[in-house]
């Protein structure tokens, strides 16, 4: 029996475990930094009080990006079912172009083509059912949040869009729709608690498998690699579990970092850190995420509504056809005094020129440079601007009593400019840290060195133009997939 280690119980680990541990052949240990899924409190499963997860209500990592105009914050879970336990729950796909690049830069299997039938069968769409887009059978449970259920300000920022020319798209999963204004689809049980893809995949009957162990609050600090294979993983407390295939499933932000501690990276940082290098790989060279610009509103009146952060969306095209940028009211919150929220500007193109290192000195474990938003990026925003000032003028605005935080001038010529300088902030997409054609082959397997795979949103060779979350439960069924095939040859 072939023992595989996954490193990470996130939202591609669980998958990656619960798909795996299907087959008697091979046995599955899950380590998860964090705790398991039974310390879900309202916080996490009350889809409106993800705000307070981003606060550190929950455990999560808080990363600080180092950005042209100071730190961005970057969250991912530590515990598991990891972001997909914090984040807005959107469940978009990105489209079908993303991924046929893939495919075109060399990446066979990566195909639009390729993939939508695993993005299909994950889901099970409360909405649209089994048709040639969607799926009813599928661990995910999707649904669109009922205008009944959204906050004021999102119903008014949806109405106020239609009410400015912004076409409706019943369906932002069919790109054929776009660009116009929809509603995110989101991952909600029966009882429209959030749905994470430990609680999804890793289900009370899967974890009675025979060939499943999960262990949490275990933190894995190395692979060792002997003569070009890996052999087993590190933990923090010294000991060593050897496995005949390790999988690193610990995000964008700390597989790069694992794969350097264990020798697998830059040799020259490797050198810098006294560190033997097993494989002289660009791991961390090409951050990608989703940046925009940030700027805070206010409306007289409660927030009201029962939906999660991800409600309405324009999804835009600055040229009139290729969508390159999300815009939607982000996080309500009525605490004391007046309502505020965020409405975030995000481009869905990156250059993917972030980086990610190990830290310099004692206590720092990481070193992150955000991507940069250049001129062209920058243009792009602009049309998302126009978009917004066309809403501040509508009826559905107006009858809000939606003010700028700060008075602004979207109109003018450095409007982008002052907004990024104000609020850059990050959608929490980070990818492309070990991707496949650099680090990894279309296998996702690590080059040079054997019986080592990456399985999170590292391996996207460039992001999609759209919410990463289900990109990494494709790759992951995907993965798994291929892995159960070769095994039973």
Wanted: overall charge negative; some cysteine.
């Amino acid at each position: 029996m072939k023992h595989i280690a996954i490193v990470g119980g996130g939202t591609s680990g669980a998958v990656l475990a619960a798909r795996l541990s299907e087959t008697s052949d091979i046995s599955v240990t899950l380590f998860e930094t964090g705790p398991d899924d039974d310390v879900y409190g309202s916080s996490v499963l009350d889809p409106i009080r993800a705000p307070e997860a981003w606060q550190g209500a929950s455990p999560v990592a808080m990363v600080g990006m180092q950005g042209a105009a100071g730190i961005i914050p970057a969250l991912q879970g530590r515990l598991m079912g990891g972001t997909s336990a914090v984040n807005g729950m959107a469940t978009l796909r990105g489209l079908p172009e993303d991924y046929d690049g893939w495919a075109a830069a060399g990446l066979d299997g990566w195909g639009w083509d390729d993939v939508a039938d695993t993005f299909i069968s994950a889901e099970n769409d409360l909405d649209f059912g089994s048709n040639p887009l969607h799926g009813d059978s599928g661990p995910l449970t999707v649904r669109r949040w009922r205008r009944n259920e959204m906050s004021h300000a999102q119903n008014a920022f949806y109405d106020g869009m239609v009410e400015t020319n912004g076409p409706i798209v019943c369906d932002i999963n069919d790109s054929s729709q776009l660009p116009g204004i929809g509603i995110f689809p989101v991952t909600i049980d029966a009882n429209s608690n959030r749905l994470t893809t430990s609680r999804a995949y890793l289900t009370p009957k899967v974890r009675q498998r025979e060939n499943l162990q999960i262990r949490t609050k275990c933190k894995v600090t190395g692979i060792h690699i002997d003569a070009g294979r890996a052999t087993g993983i590190i933990l923090e407390n010294g000991e060593e579990i050897e496995a005949d295939d390790i999988i690193i499933s610990t995000g964008a932000l700390w597989t790069p970092i694992l794969l350097m501690r264990s020798g697998v990276g830059p040799a020259d940082h490797l050198a810098e850190h006294g560190i033997k290098v097993k494989a002289d790989l660009p791991v961390g060279d090409t951050l990608s995420d989703h940046l925009g610009a940030g700027i805070r509103y206010i409306h007289e009146g409660p927030r009201g509504g029962t939906a999660g952060p991800a409600q309405s969306l324009y999804i835009g095209a600055s040229n009139g056809k290729d969508v390159d940028y999300h815009l939607f009211p982000i996080a309500p919150s009525s605490k004391d005094g007046p309502t505020t929220f965020t409405m975030g500007a995000f481009l869905m193109r990156s250059s993917g020129n972030g980086k990610i290192r190990m830290g310099e000195t004692s206590g720092v474990e990481l070193v992150v440079t955000a991507p940069t938003i250049a001129d062209y990026d920058a243009a792009r925003l602009e049309h998302a601007f126009a978009r917004l000032a066309g809403w501040e003028k509508s009826k559905a605005a107006k009858d809000l009593g939606c003010r700028p935080e700060v008075p602004h001038d979207l109109s003018m010529e450095n409007a982008v400019a002052v907004a990024l300088e104000r609020n850059t902030i990050s959608y929490g997409h980070m990818a492309g840290t070990c991707p496949m054609g650099s680090v990894l082959n279309a296998e996702c397997q690590v080059l040079g060195i054997d019986g080592l795979r990456v399985v999170d949103a590292s391996v996207m060779p460039t992001i999609p133009s759209g919410n990463t979350y289900l990109g990494c439960v494709m790759i992951a069924e995907r993965v798994a997939r291929k892995i159960k095939t070769a095994t039973r040859k």
